[in-house]
């Protein structure tokens, strides 16, 4: 696995369990290691890593059901995503039907021998 898919994954893993729905952000790697966040309305990954001479990028996405990780790194690219807990246990916990099933038993005739 790569440096920019092992942090794609770990950034993965925390957005699914903050609890904060509001869309998307960006997180920067400086050249020095520094983090910067911001929120990713308006920029494309090429844009911030140009402006901030970024080493890494990664937008993050939270919205229906998925949270999603785009890393960018020099030439390497990553995109990751994953169902979020709520509509994984919605989506089991839904009937197979939307009407209601009706068991129709025939008495259970009992012999004597």
Not at 60 to 71: A, D, I, L, P, R
């Amino acid at each position: 696995m790569t440096g920019l898919l092992q942090q794609a994954g770990e950034i993965l893993e925390t957005a699914q369990r903050a609890a904060d729905d509001s869309g998307g952000m960006v997180i920067l790697i400086d050249r020095q290691g520094g983090l910067r966040m911001l929120a990713s309305a308006g920029w494309s990954l090429a844009a911030l890593t140009a402006e901030f001479g970024a080493s890494a990028v990664f937008r993050v996405n939270k919205g229906q059901g998925v949270t999603s990780v785009e890393g960018w790194a020099g030439a390497d690219r990553c995109l990751i995503e994953r169902q979020n807990d709520s509509a994984r246990s919605g989506y089991l916990l839904r009937p197979a039907v939307d009407h209601p099933v009706r068991l129709h038993q025939a008495p259970v005739l009992i012999a004597e021998s």
